[in-house]
């Protein structure tokens, strides 16, 4: 094995220059960093990590926070983890994945035992635990979410900075923008009356931002639109969606347009649509919120606002890696939602040809947005077996 000695010696220079240059503790002239190098390169030297790092404090390892939780689409998390994880080696970073639900304890021992030099944190909630522990660490925290103090209004013709007061910077799809651009679109097609079928439960209770920030976008467009608008949390089984839909129908016979925040329902949905003798387009649109892979290779090809998974890794890297660097937090940076149209949506029945900029009549007097409300009991499922039965994937964002 070639020590830093053998290095030193191929250089002409002492072991002390060597580890110096390696260490970045005392400048060294360029013509001599550069004869060390070639012979690093020459030797195929590599600098053992645990004596690096102690000697510079620096361990070169990034701390991924994924908290694996109930209701979360496992592969958008992982989406994220692999750009998150391929974004940091090319930057000389190894990351470390923490997937436990400790909270504010999870912060504590990463900065206590200086296990990495910096921390990405994901699945953020309106109100998260963790924030006064990242504020309070020594060691720098980028946020993939957006939490109730940072949130706000954003300009979505493109990302978008803001500089925050308490150096924490945050990266994400605008979700709000989101949301309302999906009733924006429906609306122009003149659908007056649409259902939201939403994540778990269990997301919403914990207050995850993603999905409120979302349903706060929805419901605006809604009321800036005058359509009527009925949200419903719902599992990702065939059961769950059979019971929520179903209810939709019964409760708004008028609903002509669905959109749909919950990537494991996609396929139940589509399947309960052609079940029922639902056409999609021509009876309901179906607007999703999801990768496009999801939304490219569904049975229906889907009209959808992709969710930039890659994007929303790789950000989060380079703006810790910044940080790393000594440049200071620059505040919280949202993704301008793009909507791909596919032939998942149509002009709602009876709504006749669109005309150049015209917006969708408002009625005498609108259903206004529907409070959050719990899927169906499973005993309202209709009675038929389930057509997506292995074929749909389970999981969580």
Excluded: W
Excluded at 28 to 35: D, G, L
Excluded at 209 to 214: E, I, K, N, P, S
Excluded at 314 to 337: H, Y
């Amino acid at each position: 094995m070639v020590t830093l000695a053998d290095v030193a010696r191929h250089a002409g220079v002492s072991a002390s220059t060597v580890s110096y240059v390696l260490s970045g503790k005392r400048s060294i002239s360029a013509p001599t960093r550069e004869r060390i190098q070639h012979s690093i390169d020459a030797l195929g030297y590599r600098p053992h990590a645990g004596a690096r790092a102690l000697a510079s404090s620096r361990t070169d390892i990034l701390a991924l926070m994924m908290p694996l939780r109930t209701g979360l689409y496992m592969p958008v998390m992982m989406e994220i983890a692999m750009a998150v994880t391929t974004t940091a080696r090319s930057h000389g970073y190894d990351v470390l994945l923490l997937t436990g639900e400790e909270g504010p304890e999870a912060v504590r021992r990463v900065e206590g035992s200086a296990i990495a030099d910096g921390m990405i944190v994901m699945d953020v909630e309106l109100d998260d635990p963790r924030l006064p522990c990242l504020r309070e660490a020594e060691r720098p925290a980028v946020l993939i979410g957006l939490p109730t103090e940072t949130a706000g209004s954003a300009d979505t013709d493109g990302p978008t900075e803001r500089a925050e007061p308490d150096g924490l910077d945050c990266v994400d799809l605008d979700f709000e923008a989101a949301g309302a651009r999906c009733v924006e679109h429906l609306a122009a097609l003149g659908h007056t009356g649409i259902a939201v079928l939403g994540e778990p439960p269990a997301v919403y209770e914990r207050g995850t931002g993603f999905a409120a920030r979302t349903l706060t976008g929805l419901r605006a467009a809604a009321d800036a639109h005058g359509v009527g608008l009925l949200h419903r949390p719902v599992d990702g089984t065939y059961a769950a969606v059979a019971a929520a839909v179903t209810r939709v129908f019964e409760e708004r016979p008028g609903t002509t347009a669905l959109v749909v925040q919950n990537e494991a329902a996609v396929e139940p949905l589509l399947a309960l649509l052609r079940h029922q003798g639902r056409a999609v387009p021509e009876d309901v649109s179906v607007v999703a919120i999801c990768p496009d892979q999801v939304a490219v290779h569904a049975s229906v090809p889907l009209t959808a606002v992709s969710v930039p998974a890659q994007e929303m890794g790789r950000l989060a890297v380079e703006r810790l890696v910044a940080r790393l660097g000594g440049e200071a937090a620059r505040g919280t940076e949202l993704i301008a939602p793009r909507l791909t149209e596919r032939a998942s949506t149509g002009r709602a029945a009876g709504a006749g040809a669109p005309g150049p900029s015209v917006s969708p009549v408002r009625s005498a007097e609108p259903v206004r947005s529907a409070e959050l409300d719990l899927p169906a009991s499973p005993a309202a499922t209709p009675s038929s077996s389930d057509p997506t039965e292995g074929r749909r994937g389970r999981g969580g964002r």
